[in-house]
C-alpha cells in the first residue's frame, strides 16, 4: 500500500507524492479508455471537507477530460451497500474516497477489490488503520500487480516511527511464528507416519526375540528433527502490544482536511486558482471552527494558505473592479454571521461570547447590552441589520471590542481568516460564514420544515409575518453523471423511509451545487449560483437560534449530570428533537455547551484539587419517530482554542459488546451511536467503567 506524501523539501527520492497517484489515475483512463461514468467512481462523505475536496478534484478530472461519477455516502451500511454496486460494473478501476476510509481496518477484506482495480483513501479522520499505512503492496502469483490501495498522507506519518516498528514486529513475528507451528506440525506427522511403517514391518517379521525387535528400533539412523523457533520475548511482544494499544485507544482525531490536501495536488499540477483555493480556506475553516483542530494547528495550515492567497491574488488596483473576485486575508469575530446578521444576535449566538458572559441567563443578556453601551453603540444600531449599521460605528468596532472587550473576559475575539470579493454585485462573504451556510444546507436543506426570518422581520415580524419556510432554490442536483440524485421533496413528515434514507443524499446535492463560483448580471437582474449559498445564511441563523435555545433550556434546568467519568445531559422532550435527531447538529449543540460551561467546569475541578486534562461530555436527544436516542461523545478541553482526542468512539463499543445492549455505530464519525430508548441508562452505566 503506497504511502503518499505532501509536497515538501524533505521528500527523499524513492518516496512518492500525490502527483505520483493522480499520474497513475490518468494514464489508467488512457490506457483502458471508454467514456463511461462507471470506471472512476469517487465515494464522498456527507461532511463539508468531503464535499470540497470532491469539487476540488472534479476540477482535476475535468480539465484531464476524467469521466468520473460521484456517490455521496453517509454511513457504513451505505458504503458496503454502494461499493457492492460500483463493483458489478466491469468499467470500474479506480475507486477514490473522500473524507471516508482512514480508520477502516484491513482495507482490502472490507472492498474486496476485484484484480486491477485500486483505491485511493484521500481522509483526514484520524487515527489510521496501521495495516493501510505499513501494509505491502498485493500482487498475484505471477508478480502481476492484482490491485494496489495508495494512502494519501499528511506528513505526519513520520511520527509513528516506533508505532510502525512494534506493528512490524507483531505483524511478521506472528506470520513467522505461524509458518514454524506449520512445520513442526508436518515434521510431527511425518515422524508419526514413519513410525506407524516401522511397526507395520515389525509385526509382519516372524522373528519372536523382543530384544531384536528393540535393538531395531534403537539402532535406528533417523534422526529426530528439531525446530527452533525465532518468536520475540514474551515481554518484547507484551510491550509492542501496548504501543499499538495505546496508538488506537488515545482517541479520534484530525489531520489534514481531504480538501488541503487534494488542493496541495492541485499546486503540484500547477492549477490552483482561486476557486480551488476558496474550497481549501473553507474546508481548514470548518475543521476550526468545529473544534477537530486546535489553535496552533489552525495557524500552521493558516500561514500556508495566506501564502497561496498572497501568490494568487496581487495587490488590487486602486480603481473598483465590479468583477473583483479577489481573496484576501483578514482579521475574523468570534460572532456569528455577523455581516449578514445583526450586531447583537451574532454576539449572543457565539459559544465563546456564551461561556463568558453567560448569555443563557438573563443577568448574561444584561451584561452584552452593557458591553454595547459601554463601547457606546446604541442597542437600536446593534439590533439592526449589520449592512446598515452606521459606518462609523462599524469602523469604530475593532478598536473599541479590543478597548473594552478584556473587561468582560473577551480576550479572543478575532482570528486570522480569509474574505472573498464578489465585485458590485454582492457583498463579500467570509470563510466563516461560507462554513455556516454549508453546514447548514448538509444538515437541513431537505427532509425537515424549518422556519427562517425574513429580512427586516426582527423589528416587526409580529405585524408583517417575518418568518417564512424555507426552502432551496433552483433543481439542486441535477449534475449528469455525477449523481442519479432522489427525488426531492419538501413534505417533512419522513413517513417513507427510503425517502428519509435519501436525505443526506438531496443535501448533500444542493451543497455541492451552492459552491459555484460563477456571477453575471442579466439586465437589471441578478443571476448566480452564490446566491444558493447566501440563501443559506438564514437557514444557518434558525439552526443557531434552535442551538441557543435548547442549550439554554439545558442549561437552566441543570440538565447535565456529573458522572463518574464526564458529564452527561439528555434532551427527551421540546420543539427540536428531530432537528438534534441528526449527528452534525448534535455535535453542534454538545460543542456549544462545552463552550459555554468549560470556564465553569475548570474552576470546579481546580477548587478541589484537580487539574481536568480534558472535560469529556455524552449528550443524548430522543428520536421520537425511531423510538432509539441518538447519543454523541465530545471530549472538550479546559483551555479554549485546545483540543483534545475522543475517547468515546472505542468506549461506546465496548459498553455496547460488554453490556450486550444493541447499539447502532454506522456513522463515520464513531463517537455517534444511536441507543434503544430503554436501553439509554443502561448504556451510560456501561460507558461510565471505560477509562476516559
Known sequence: ??????????????????????????????????????SVVVFVGVDVDGLLASRILVSLFRQDDIPYRIIPIGGYAELEDKTAEALESEELHTLILLSIG???????????????????????????????????????????????????????????????????????????DSDDEEDEDDDEDDEDEEEADDEEEGEESETEEGEGRKRGRQGSSRPKKKRRRGGMAPAAREAHARRIENYYSAGTHFG???????????????????DLLWWAIIAVTCQYASAQIDRDQYDIYQEVLSDEVARLNPEAAKVPNPDDRRISSSEEFRFVLFRHWNLFDSMLHSGYVAGR????KEQGKKRLRGLLAKMGFPLQQAQQSYLHMDMALKRDLPNKLEAIAPEYGLVELVYPSFVRSYGFFLAAMSAADAVEALQALLEAAHGIRLETEVEGGAGGGEWFGGLKVWRPIGNSGVNGDESTPASRGDTPEGDDPKKEQQWHVANFWTAYDACDEYVWAVGVQLTSSIKELRHALPLAKTLHHAIVRQGSAILDKASIKKLRTFRFAAVSEGPDLRLFSHPALLSRLAVWLVDATRDKWSEGESHHGKHPKSLPFVLACLNEEKDIYSVIGFTGAPEFDSVRKNKFSLAFTSASQESGIGSRQDM???????????????FIEAVQLRSL
Open 1 to 38: 500500500m503506497p504511502l503518499l506524501q505532501p509536497p515538501g523539501p524533505d521528500l527523499r527520492p524513492f518516496e512518492l507524492t500525490y502527483t505520483d497517484a493522480y499520474s497513475s489515475i490518468v494514464s489508467r483512463v488512457r490506457r483502458r479508455g471508454g467514456s463511461g461514468s462507471g
Open 102 to 176: 482512514a480508520v477502516l481496518p484491513n482495507l482490502e477484506s472490507f472492498f474486496d477489490l476485484p484484480a486491477g482495480v485500486h483505491l485511493h483513501v484521500i481522509d483526514s479522520h484520524r487515527p489510521w488503520a496501521l495495516e493501510s499505512l505499513f501494509d505491502v503492496d498485493n500482487v498475484d502469483e505471477d508478480g502481476v500487480e492484482a490491485n494496489q490501495i495508495w494512502i494519501w498522507g499528511d506528513g505526519d506519518e513520520s511520527k509513528l516511527d516506533e508505532v510502525k516498528k512494534s506493528w512490524e514486529a507483531l505483524q511478521y513475528n506472528d506470520v513467522a
Open 256 to 274: 489534514m482536511s481531504s480538501a488541503q490536501v487534494v488542493y496541495l495536488l492541485a499546486t503540484m499540477l500547477e492549477r490552483a486558482d482561486n
Open 357 to 360: 458572559l453567560g448569555i443563557w
Open 668 to 682: 463515520f464519525d464513531q463517537s455517534f451511536v444511536e441507543v434503544h430508548k430503554g436501553d439509554l441508562l443502561q
